[in-house]
């Protein structure tokens, strides 16, 4: 079992930045895939970025050149950066695991824990 805590978020100004921690217990991370996603209010949930533990990143083409991914092995964390924040960006942020630990996949079934959201507001 995989327990996922958000924090971060929060309201910012259009073309902002702010930073969104994952940090899991109860298993090391370092052989899963990580991603963020994100859901808007009456939206699908949406996949932004994923990592497959410091070898291979992937990015959504919406937030690619703004947002970056990481992971910080010793606090067993996964990190969101985002910069150059647009109201489109406004949702509801998840982190989320995969088990299999292959190449982030884009749908959100395909994850097995989930963290509990954090809200991020842009105003323009």
């Known amino acids: 079992q995989v327990q996922l805590v958000q924090s971060g978020g929060g309201l910012v100004q259009a073309g902002g930045s702010l930073r969104l921690s994952c940090a899991a217990s109860?298993?090391?991370?370092?052989?899963?895939?990580m991603g963020w996603f994100r859901q808007a209010p009456g939206m699908e949930r949406d996949f932004v970025a994923g990592?497959?533990?410091?070898?291979?990143?992937y990015y959504a083409d919406s937030v690619k050149g703004r947002f970056t991914i990481s992971t910080d092995v010793a606090k067993n964390t996964v990190y969101l950066q985002m910069n150059s924040l647009k109201p489109e960006d406004t949702a509801v942020y998840y982190c989320?695991?995969?088990?299999?630990?292959?190449?982030?996949?884009?749908?959100?079934?395909?994850?097995?824990?989930w963290g509990q959201g954090t809200q991020v507001t842009v105003a323009s």
């Open positions: 989320a695991v995969d088990e299999a630990g292959g190449r982030p996949p884009v749908g959100p079934d395909a994850y097995d824990y």
């Open positions: 990592i497959r533990w410091n070898t291979y990143t």
């Open positions: 109860g298993r090391a991370l370092s052989s899963y895939t």
